[in-house]
């Protein structure tokens, strides 16, 4: 069992490897465990979005060089579990857990805000018929890369479409049910 946070570093790194080759395989429940191992490994040396970086650094270090991560270290660390979020957002995906996908997506942006992962959470969204959600986060992704080389403005324009067709079906059901709540006052 690894030791040092430099330690548990590296056998977090060894067991993403170990995930994405069960992605690769196509065994998505198995990549799911590993991933899920990295983000323990992980936890104790990334700070959550309302920490200080430089506190958290300090916090964490122990007594001894051997023991403390450097700046670039604790970085790596950062983006391997932003990294392992999203991979574990994409097996949610393809074992249609699209909530548990979003999820993951969103605990990847709360580490290091992508293109890759505001898709894969709006693709979830979209998959939970959360179209609105699904746009926010495609714009998101526009705006980091205006270019559109993945061609986002034609998946934003199907979403807006089915989340207004959604909501006229909403605003539907609504006036029936007023109807009928407005002919049962009149008797």
């Known amino acids: 069992m690894p030791q040092t946070l430099r330690e548990q570093l590296a056998h977090a790194l060894s067991l ?6 069960y992605f690769k395989q196509k065994d998505y429940t198995n990549a799911i465990k590993k991933y899920s191992r990295v983000r323990a490994f992980l936890k104790p040396m990334v700070p959550t979005a309302d920490q200080d970086n430089d506190q958290f650094v300090g916090m ?4 001894g060089p051997e023991s403390q991560l450097t700046k670039d270290e604790q970085k790596q660390a950062t983006t391997v579990m932003a990294a392992t979020f999203l991979n574990m957002s994409i097996c949610y995906f393809l074992t249609e ?3 548990r996908s ?14 890759k992962a505001h898709y894969r959470r709006a693709k ?9 959600g699904a746009c926010k986060d495609l714009k998101e992704a526009l705006k980091m890369d205006k270019s559109d080389p993945n061609n986002f403005k034609h998946e934003l ?10 909501d006229k079906k909403s605003d539907s059901k609504l006036r029936g049910f007023l109807n009928k709540t407005q002919e049962v006052d009149q008797e």
Do not use: H, M, V
């Not at 605990?107 to 992508?114: D, R």
């Not at 979830?124 to 609105?132: G, P, R, V």
């Open 102 to 115: 979003a999820d993951r997506a969103s605990e990847s942006i709360g580490y290091q805000k992508t293109i």
């Open 16 to 21: 993403k490897e170990e995930g994405n080759f």
């Open 60 to 63: 964490i270090a122990g007594k």
């Open 124 to 132: 979830a969204l979209a998959a939970i018929k959360d179209y609105w």
């Open 97 to 99: 857990q699209y909530k």
């Open 157 to 166: 324009a199907q979403f807006e479409a089915l989340a207004k067709q959604k």
